[in-house]
């Protein structure tokens, strides 16, 4: 079973909305900081943003703050990414991960080993 199952990509233009699932099929520790990074052709994987499982706290990256909001629902199995006001630049696969190495800061890709297949975003202009 695939531990981690995003969905929710598509088409949109800019200026609209997605709101992306990431399904966990494992448990997610309180502890956990469960991750959404994106990664465009040609470039780095790249954090958007994470919540601290267990306090339900949420932390952005700059370019996220204020467009986009990570949430969970109460089964404690689904984590969310609504994308408001997208814009081109938003174009990448986005994936969810979860933490399983030591040694790395929680916003670096390397921090993380358990990881979705990835859902495409495409914004057009």
């Known amino acids: 079973q695939v531990p981690l199952v995003e969905s929710g990509g598509g088409l949109v233009q800019a200026g609209g909305s997605l709101r992306l699932s990431c399904r966990a099929s494992?448990?997610?520790?309180?502890?956990?900081?469960v991750a959404w990074f994106r990664q465009a052709p040609g470039k780095e994987r790249e954090y958007v943003g994470a919540?601290?499982?267990?306090?339900?706290?949420?932390y952005y990256a700059d370019f996220a703050k204020g467009r986009f909001t990570i949430s969970r629902d109460n089964a404690e199995t689904t984590v969310y990414l609504q994308m408001d006001n997208l814009t081109p630049e938003d174009t990448a696969v986005y994936f969810c991960?979860?933490?399983?190495?030591?040694?790395?800061?929680?916003?670096?890709?390397?921090?993380?080993?358990?990881w979705g297949q990835g859902t495409q975003v495409t914004v057009s202009s």
């Open positions: 919540m601290r499982w267990g306090r339900r706290s949420t």
């Open positions: 991960a979860l933490p399983g190495k030591s040694g790395y800061d929680w916003v670096d890709s390397r921090a993380y080993d358990t």
């Open positions: 494992v448990r997610i520790y309180s502890s956990h900081f």
